[in-house]
């Protein structure tokens, strides 16, 4: 089963749910008759071989016990739980990562099953829903994260920290940018009662910082824009956090501008068709008050 380009992960059940393992993993040993999901997207041509070499006896670290922790990684797993159903995101932070995909150590939710929590690329984000991410072990202390949050309205939600190895002087903060409001992870869970269905990112940021912030800090660049290869539409994510209408304008590669609307923020992910437009390189622009973001974009 594939899900983005660059993506070679495995899936696995833990006794609760099906989560992701990648290169950001220290060891595992899979146990025999325990069966797994593979996803790569050279599913078609390659073949996956568990070689004689690759047997050995242990009785620790396997899928479903805990792992031994290396002390030259740090690890943060954020969680969701809500109507007795609890499920994390996993943020890794090793040495020779980046902010953008990284081939076998980033890997996307599971198909197969809810997934009410996980993280999106810090940089160069296409909209692929993540499990497991890793950055750079050196940047940990100057990190923010997009976090996406899937919860039903008037039901209790509460975002708590489920397994942290970072160093005690890293802060883990939530940020709110709906309410202008920081939670400090490591010391108080973050518990909401949404009015109204929580999708997708734009709202909730995790801040992984050497200083203490407050709700008076500015906060992030909330918007976000997209396109997936699969889809006939551009998706806008971000509109619930701002207090001004956002103007959108799509130009093709030679500047003339093909496309402009204006989106209100009564819904926080919104879409644009792109039925009718040529295949091509084009550009969007959307602005709303002070903020403003400019993409490039592949049509397909």
Same mark, same amino acid.
């Given at each position: 089963?594939?899900?983005?380009?660059?993506?070679?992960?495995?899936?696995?059940?833990?006794?609760?749910?099906?989560?992701?393992?990648?290169?950001?993993?220290?060891?595992?040993?899979?146990?025999?008759?325990?069966?797994?999901?593979?996803?790569?997207?050279?599913?078609?041509?390659?073949?996956?071989?568990?070689?004689?070499?690759?047997?050995?006896?242990?009785?620790?670290?396997?899928?479903?016990?805990?792992?031994?922790?290396?002390?030259?990684?740090?690890?943060?797993?954020?969680?969701?739980?809500?109507?007795?159903?609890?499920?994390?995101?996993?943020?890794?932070?090793?040495?020779?990562?980046?902010?953008?995909?990284?081939?076998?150590?980033?890997?996307?939710?599971?198909?197969?099953?809810?997934?009410?929590?996980?993280?999106?690329?810090?940089?160069?984000?296409?909209?692929?829903?993540?499990?497991?991410?890793?950055?750079?072990?050196?940047?940990?202390?100057?990190?923010?994260?997009?976090?996406?949050?899937?919860?039903?309205?008037?039901?209790?939600?509460?975002? @708590?920290?489920?397994? #942290?190895? !970072? /160093?005690?002087?890293? +802060?883990?903060? *939530?940020?709110?940018?709906?309410?202008? $409001?920081?939670?400090?992870?490591?010391?108080?869970?973050?518990?909401?009662?949404?009015?109204?269905?929580?999708?997708?990112?734009?709202?909730?940021?995790?801040?992984?910082?050497?200083?203490?912030?407050?709700?008076?800090?500015?906060?992030?660049?909330?918007?976000?824009?997209?396109?997936?290869?699969?889809?006939?539409?551009?998706?806008?994510?971000?509109? @619930?956090?701002?207090? #001004?209408? !956002? /103007?959108?304008?799509? +130009?093709?590669? *030679?500047?003339?501008?093909?496309?402009? $609307?204006?989106?209100?923020?009564?819904?926080?992910?919104?879409?644009?068709?792109?039925?009718?437009?040529?295949?091509?390189?084009?550009?969007?622009?959307?602005?709303?008050?002070?903020?403003?973001?400019?993409?490039?974009?592949?049509?397909?």
């Amino acid at each position: 089963m594939g899900f983005s380009a660059g993506e070679d992960v495995v899936y696995y059940w833990d006794g609760d749910s099906y989560a992701t393992y990648s290169n950001s993993d220290t060891a595992k040993y899979i146990a025999p008759g325990q069966g797994f999901f593979i996803s790569s997207e050279n599913a078609s041509g390659s073949s996956v071989v568990l070689a004689t070499s690759m047997q050995t006896h242990a009785t620790t670290d396997d899928f479903i016990q805990g792992d031994a922790m290396d002390p030259d990684r740090a690890e943060l797993f954020i969680s969701l739980h809500q109507n007795d159903l609890q499920r994390q995101t996993k943020l890794f932070f090793l040495e020779n990562m980046t902010d953008d995909l990284d081939s076998t150590y980033d890997g996307a939710v599971f198909g197969m099953q809810d997934n009410p929590i996980y993280s999106r690329l810090v940089s160069n984000d296409v909209g692929i829903d993540l499990s497991t991410q890793a950055l750079l072990f050196s940047e940990i202390n100057d990190k923010v994260i997009p976090l996406g949050i899937n919860a039903e309205a008037g039901e209790e939600a509460i975002i @708590s920290i489920s397994h #942290n190895t !970072t /160093n005690p002087s890293t +802060y883990v903060y *939530l940020e709110d940018a709906l309410e202008g $409001t920081f939670t400090n992870l490591k010391e108080t869970d973050f518990v909401i009662t949404p009015d109204s269905n929580l999708e997708g990112v734009g709202r909730f940021f995790i801040h992984t910082t050497a200083s203490t912030m407050s709700n008076e800090d500015a906060t992030t660049n909330l918007l976000n824009v997209f396109k997936l290869d699969r889809n006939n539409f551009i998706t806008v994510e971000g509109l @619930s956090t701002e207090s #001004n209408q !956002t /103007n959108l304008k799509l +130009y093709n590669i *030679l500047g003339k501008e093909i496309l402009s $609307t204006t989106l209100l923020n009564n819904t926080n992910t919104q879409t644009i068709s792109t039925e009718g437009l040529s295949t091509g390189i084009y550009v969007i622009k959307l602005e709303s008050g002070n903020n403003l973001l400019t993409k490039k974009l592949i049509i397909k």
